[in-house]
């Protein structure tokens, strides 16, 4: 058998990145310094393999959503990003300095991970202003943050008497208090109900179009596919793919669903479909054939050929998270 599209990708994930040269990238210029870069980076806690030989470069400018399964090795690495964790083995470069010299960049790093701890009983803003005191911070950015995260208005408020997505665009302000230049959430949209990820989402693009690079990890493809140009697919530790979310999309495998009054009709119709070069199966009553949708026309017009009235035919795609499915042979949880 084949080995899926997206799995040959994998074996390419590195070159993706020169890609953008000729693909191009409105954010991105050619030749500038990605905002992360990994080599071989693995961290072992004991007998567990929480990270292993991931190497990724995540260009600067853009919304990189890192994505896998729980316990795929997402918090690790960003725990290793941030110099919290020690690497077992490889090397970490962050905006262009590497994790053994963490006071280089990560003035310039905002994160947020594992859910933001606030003073319950203290208002967002006054939380804020201790923060920024604490991190030598101006004060008078407390104000500019709190509109900046759709908080104007309520930002007398106790933070007790905020609602989870609140508290997240709070967490998230009190990351961009130094200004930085990469922002870092890990699975932000825990928690949050559709409305609260809108939110999230939204703020998020906008600190791209502000110039802010962000890493925002996820266990839901669907989630970051709203948001992310760059993909990083984590499975067990391991790197499944890299790259663009458009390339990762176009990797997607189309199917011709068919219907007709019987099965020997159905036979035939995966006859015609052979002569084309394309595979079906009957799966659930249908025809499925593993073919573009341009070939719906032509597959239609044989089939009269061969006397074949076709009861229905419609394309499908499937989802980011069914061909995430396929990459890990439907291990996901
Ligand atoms: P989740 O979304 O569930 O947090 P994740 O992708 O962020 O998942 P990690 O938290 O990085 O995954 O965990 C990866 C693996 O490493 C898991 O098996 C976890 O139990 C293990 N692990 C993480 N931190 C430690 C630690 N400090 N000591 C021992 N094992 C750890």
Same mark, same amino acid.
């Given at each position: 058998m084949n080995p899926p599209a997206v799995l040959q990708e994998r074996d390419e994930a590195g070159s993706s990145f020169e890609d953008r040269e000729t693909r191009? #990238? *409105? &954010?991105v210029p050619p030749g500038a310094t990605p905002a992360i870069r990994t080599d071989n980076l693995s961290k072992s806690y004991g007998r567990i #393999?929480?990270?292993?030989?991931l190497t990724v470069e995540i260009p600067a400018g853009i919304v990189a959503g890192f994505v896998g399964p729980n316990g795929a090795g997402k918090t690790t690495t960003i725990r290793m990003l941030l110099s919290l964790v020690r690497p077992t083995e490889g090397t970490v470069e962050v905006l262009g300095s590497?994790?053994?010299?963490p006071h280089e960049y990560l003035p310039r790093v905002g994160a947020l991970i594992e859910g933001p701890a606030f003073y319950?009983? $203290?208002s967002a803003r006054r939380n804020l202003e201790i923060l920024a005191e604490l991190g030598g911070?101006? /004060? %008078?950015r407390v104000g500019q943050l709190l509109t900046r995260v759709g908080l104007e208005g309520r %930002? /007398?408020?106790?933070?007790?008497?905020?609602s989870m997505g609140m508290r997240q665009r709070l967490g998230i302000a009190a990351a961009l208090l130094p200004d930085p230049a990469l922002l870092i959430l890990d %699975? *932000? /949209? &825990?928690? $949050?109900d559709p409305a609260g990820i809108l939110e999230i989402r939204q703020l998020i693009r906008q600190l791209k179009e502000q110039g802010v690079t962000v890493l925002v990890s996820s266990h839901l493809l669907s989630e970051v596919e709203q948001m992310a140009d760059w993909i990083i697919l984590l499975h067990r530790g391991k790197l499944l793919y890299q790259g663009w979310l458009e390339d990762l999309l176009e990797q997607r495998q189309n199917t011709l669903l068919v219907r007709a009054s019987t099965q020997q009709e159905l036979q035939i119709v995966a006859a015609e479909a052979r002569k084309a070069n394309y595979e079906s199966k009957l799966k659930d009553g249908y025809l499925s054939i $593993?073919? *573009?949708?341009?070939f719906a026309g032509q597959l239609n017009r044989s089939a009269m050929d061969a006397g074949v009235v076709l009861t229905e035919l419609h394309s499908e795609r499937p989802s980011l998270e069914e061909t995430f499915f396929t990459l890990t042979d439907g291990e996901q949880k």
């Open positions: 191009g #990238h *409105p &954010n #393999h929480a990270v292993q030989g590497p994790s053994t010299r319950p009983g $203290l911070f101006s /004060a %008078e %930002e /007398a408020d106790v933070v007790k008497t905020y %699975e *932000p /949209a &825990n928690g $949050l $593993l073919a *573009p949708p341009e």
